[in-house]
């Protein structure tokens, strides 16, 4: 059996944050507050930054600090350079 793994490079933070787009449906990987590894498909509802933390608001109403998502529409976080590794889609 052969599994094709997509390794995703780190991409900029500007880079990054194009990737928030209200609206939008994507794949999101992140951490939880238990260093959880998440992945979803999720519809992006909007972007807070509430007194200097910033997170993504889901569909789900669910909100991600921005500082635990992995990646984001396949672009992986500045934040995490070594993530891409563990991740498949599979």
């Not at 900029?12 to 994507?26: D, H, L, Q, W, Y």
């Not at 238990?34 to 200097?52: H, P, S, T, Y």
């Amino acid at each position: 059996m052969e599994t094709n793994l997509k390794q995703l490079e780190p991409v900029t933070e500007t880079e990054f944050r194009e990737a928030i787009v209200p609206g939008k449906f994507v794949r999101i990987e992140y951490l939880t507050d238990l260093n959880e590894f998440i992945k979803a498909d999720v519809l992006i509802r909007d972007f807070l930054n509430q007194d200097g933390a910033e997170s993504i608001k889901l569909a789900t109403g669910e909100a991600i600090p921005l500082d635990r998502v992995v990646s984001l529409d396949r672009r992986l976080s500045p934040r995490y350079p070594t993530y891409g590794n563990y991740s498949c889609d599979c």
